[in-house]
């Protein structure tokens, strides 16, 4: 072995033109992956961090009628199946020790209707109590105009990003309550047709959950424009309103609501005996104003609960029973520190089921479908990447060894004829290919840890979009595990084994008689 | 005692469409110790019978024995173990392992046939280095010698594995006739000191009063024993 190896690194010292080509392969190759798998971890560790702690939580708790298990970002896909039980799942994860917070929400695709546009827009809306909400993802965004609703109070808090959907789509720019415009805030694109924008302070909304059959159209009041701290791409989809009024926009009614909010020109058609029918066409806006005030229990399809019974009809007048008798979509978990999901899963899976609350629990990056297997989408094109990377690599340093095979039948014919065995010849091309791939390889192993080391000290951001998707939240931060050095390890030992084979067949199959016959 | 027997042995060669017929029957048997040399002139036979004999090409017909094995039967991995253990080789001109110098070049077979002890295999190294008076030069490598001092390294090496036979192609063709000579000189020497049978192959006259046989071959026959 250790004659094999001297005869391999005296041969590379010789030919340092070729074994330099090779040599800045390797490295090339080894420092593209590992800076290459570093990004890609980032980027996955960046999304799980913003997902997890400014989002979505842990572990999401969906009805077990719920088809997909893609609840995040799904524009075609059917509406969040409704959770009728969250008191019975309430008490089950107060009693898990493995739960450190939790949050039910509403949360479904809304339209967003404008009196003059015949285009209707379209936002996601999440229902919640701000105080909650608050506690469960306390710094996710800012708010850059206008103020939290109070406790108790009506609001629609509107993203950044949607308000320049709804600018860009619909010519609408959204302000807060008493908010002015400010033109800081808008995009340039936006500033281009600012002549064109109704300002408003409030928004229009219609619920799309499927089977409710929705009637009213809620206008919301704007009580402040918020700013995601990362991935407002994604998370600039959502606008947040009190979950009272998500309901009613959902077509989540109360029996309260029933009794009492009987829109006015209902109310016209009741009364129409006698009437003037010119009456009809009346000056009042068919909207709803979303003024109710909060509580009361609400179930799909106008039923109404009544003491935890639900009556048809929308006649009944019924006693509020209180926010959490209610409907949600959703209930979001944190998990407490180092409890693996799996373990969580199972526990809370079981616990849930036996309580009978219909619903089950799915992991974040299962709950964000596409968005969650990014990282791994990402990762995937980027091993594609390499992989062409390296059979490009492969099949330069393959010709150039075969070449220097060649190139020395004389010596390895002389090598034969003196007793040297296939296997010896070929073992010193294999040793030529694993020196040079330790070294270059090695150096660029090396220099890509050292790359994602020092990458996040210069704290690279950006406020794109689409770059902070790459990034994983706003800061670039690389990330390197030691299974990402490992694969490149593996890669590195793969292309070396697969670069040696055929210059060690050709090399192997060179004869005494070759090299006289060259010679 | 025959340390090399040929009977009927014939090579030929595809060309193309036609047939060189190298070898056309030769008849040849080697005792042990002997000083050969095997003469004609160029196309005569003489390389591709020393190839046969040194296991580097393979007979179309006939039988060769080397020592006590007939060696038109065996496996790619018989015939490398008999070039290693039994054949000494000095060819024209490629001999040297370029990367080595010259004590790792002559230790090179004894490394390869790993059945002694690293001391064992410098010791005797050294020796034959000696023998072939480049001892100053142990450390230089190949291409720091002149050509007559390459032939010496590889007489050395040829024998440092104590090999049945010594098989030298043109030994003495790319060398100065004084260099030349010095050559033969050395080889005979090895041939008294060592006891090793020594075939040689020349087209060159004035090496064959070195010689103890004369074996004269041409157009793939011999023609005078």
């Not at chain 1, 050095?485 to 090399?507: R, S």
């Amino acid at each position: 072995m250790k004659l094999v190896l001297t005869i391999a690194w005296r041969n590379i010292l010789r030919h340092r033109g070729k074994s330099l080509v090779i040599g800045v392969i390797l490295f090339l190759g080894a420092l593209l992956m590992t800076v290459g798998n570093g990004v890609i971890s980032g980027m996955a560790a960046g999304i799980e961090k913003n997902i997890v702690n400014g989002f979505m939580g842990d572990i999401v708790l969906i009805s077990e009628k719920q088809k997909s298990e893609n609840i995040l970002l799904d524009f075609m896909g059917q509406a969040i199946e409704p959770i009728t039980t969250y008191k019975k799942i309430k008490p089950v994860l107060q009693n898990q020790d493995i739960v450190a917070r939790h949050l039910p929400v509403g949360k479904n695709l809304t339209l967003v209707l404008k009196e003059d546009e015949a285009t209707p827009g379209g936002a996601f809306l999440l229902g919640v109590d701000f105080a909650a909400y608050q506690k469960m993802f306390p710094d996710n965004f800012r708010i850059i105009e206008g103020r939290w609703p109070r406790p108790g109070e009506r609001g629609l808090l509107v993203p950044t990003f949607a308000r320049e959907e709804m600018a860009n789509y619909m010519n609408l720019w959204v302000i807060p309550e008493n908010g002015t415009v400010i033109k800081e805030h808008m995009k340039k694109e936006t500033l281009e047709h600012i002549d064109a924008l109704t300002v408003s302070s409030n928004v229009v909304m219609m619920g799309m959950a499927s089977g409710m059959n929705s009637t009213s159209d809620i206008r919301f009041p704007v009580t402040g424009i918020v700013k995601y701290n990362a991935l407002s791409t994604i998370f600039g989809h959502f606008c947040i309103a009190d979950i009272d009024s998500y309901r009613e926009c959902l077509g989540y009614f109360t029996a309260a609501d029933k009794a009492v909010a009987v829109p006015k020109e209902e109310q016209k058609l009741l009364n129409l005996e006698g009437t003037d029918l010119d009456s009809l066409f009346g000056v009042d806006p068919l909207i709803v104003s979303n003024t109710r005030a909060p509580g009361g229990a609400a179930v799909p399809g106008g039923a109404a609960i009544i003491n935890n019974a639900i009556v048809s009809g929308s006649s009944v007048t019924a006693t509020p029973l209180g926010v959490e008798n209610g409907i949600y979509n959703l209930v979001l978990v944190k998990l407490k520190d180092g409890v693996p999901y799996k373990t969580a899963l199972g526990r809370l899976n079981r616990a849930l089921a036996e309580a009978q609350t219909g619903v089950r629990a799915i992991t974040w990056s299962k709950a964000s479908g596409p968005i969650g297997s990014m990282a791994l989408i990402i990762r995937g094109a980027l091993f594609v990447f390499v992989t062409l990377l390296f059979c490009v690599a492969v099949i330069i340093i393959v010709n150039t060894l075969t070449m220097a095979a060649l190139e020395r039948t004389s010596e390895l014919g002389m090598m034969r004829a003196i007793g040297a065995r296939k296997s010896f010849i070929g073992g010193m091309f294999l040793g030529e290919t694993a020196i040079l791939s330790s070294i270059f390889g090695g150096a660029g192993i090396v220099a890509g840890i050292a790359a994602v080391k020092l990458i996040p000290l210069f704290k690279i951001t950006s406020t794109n979009d689409m770059v902070q998707i790459l990034y994983g939240g706003d800061i670039f931060h690389p990330l390197l595990g030691t299974s990402d050095v490992l694969i490149t390890l593996m890669q590195l030992v793969f292309v070396t084994i697969i670069a040696a084979v055929y210059p060690m067949h050709v090399a192997g199959s060179i004869t005494p008689l070759d090299a006289i016959t060259r010679d | 005692m025959n340390i090399i027997e040929i009977k009927g042995l014939k090579k030929d060669y595809p060309l193309g469409n036609t047939v060189v017929k190298a070898l056309r029957g030769i008849d040849i048997a080697v005792e042990e110790g002997e000083f050969m040399s095997i003469v004609g002139p160029s196309g005569s036979g003489k390389t591709t019978l020393l190839n046969v004999i040194g296991c580097i090409d393979f007979a179309t017909e006939g039988s060769v024995k080397v020592g006590d094995r007939e060696i038109t039967v065996l496996n790619d991995r018989q015939i490398t173990d008999i070039r290693l253990n039994k054949i000494g080789f000095i060819f024209q001109t490629f001999n040297l392992i370029p990367v080595l110098n010259v004590i790792e070049n002559v230790e090179f077979p004894l490394l390869l046939m790993k059945n002694q002890s690293r001391t064992e295999i410098r010791r005797r190294a050294d020796r034959l280095i000696g023998e072939v008076g480049l001892t100053e030069f142990a450390e230089h490598r190949p291409a720091e010698l002149s050509g007559g001092q390459r032939q010496r390294v590889a007489i050395a090496r040829a024998l440092v594995t104590n090999p049945d036979i010594v098989l030298a192609d043109e030994p003495t063709a790319n060398l100065d006739s004084v260099t030349g000579a010095a050559i033969l000189e050395l080889m005979k020497e090895m041939n008294r000191i060592e006891k090793t049978t020594f075939v040689f192959s020349t087209h060159d006259a004035n090496v064959l009063k070195y010689a103890r046989r004369i074996v004269k071959i041409k157009d793939g026959l011999l023609s005078d024993n």
